[in-house]
């Protein structure tokens, strides 16, 4: 069975950091490109980040450019998004995915797609 399970979220203050884990199982990760994404009530989900599984170049929305850093540990089998100086519009459901359709224009393309359950984080004081 291949799944992807995340883990990390919780409640953070504004301006605090959380590290956000998404581990694979049934299938190695490092062979596939790897995309977070976050849905906020009452809005779109969105993608976040990716990176890719040819030279692991990465990718960020502008609105969290400078603050996120999306990293892998293959020994693992896990992906990671570091989330620094967290705001409150950051506070959503954050999905892992590694997806078949492209991310930015260019990160994803997997040949299967698999999605995590997805994990909350919620930034307020």
């Known amino acids: 069975q291949l799944r992807l399970v995340e883990s990390g979220g919780g409640l953070v203050q504004p301006g605090g950091s959380l590290r956000l884990s998404c581990e694979a199982s049934?299938?190695?990760?490092?062979?596939?490109?790897v995309a977070w994404f976050r849905q906020a009530p009452g809005k779109e989900r969105e993608a976040v980040s990716c990176?890719?599984?040819?030279?692991?170049?990465?990718a960020y929305a502008a609105s969290v450019k400078g603050r996120f850093t999306i990293s892998r540990d293959n020994a693992k089998n896990t992906v990671f998004l570091q989330m620094n100086s967290l705001k409150a519009e950051d506070t959503a459901v954050y999905y892992c995915?590694?997806?078949?359709?492209?991310?930015?224009?260019?990160?994803?393309?997997?040949?299967?797609?698999?999605w995590g359950q997805g994990t909350v984080v919620t930034v307020s004081s």
């Open positions: 049934g299938f190695r990760l490092d062979m596939w490109s």
């Open positions: 990176i890719s599984n040819t030279d692991d170049s990465t």
């Open positions: 995915a590694a997806p078949t359709a492209l991310v930015f224009g260019w990160c994803g393309g997997n040949a299967l797609d698999r």
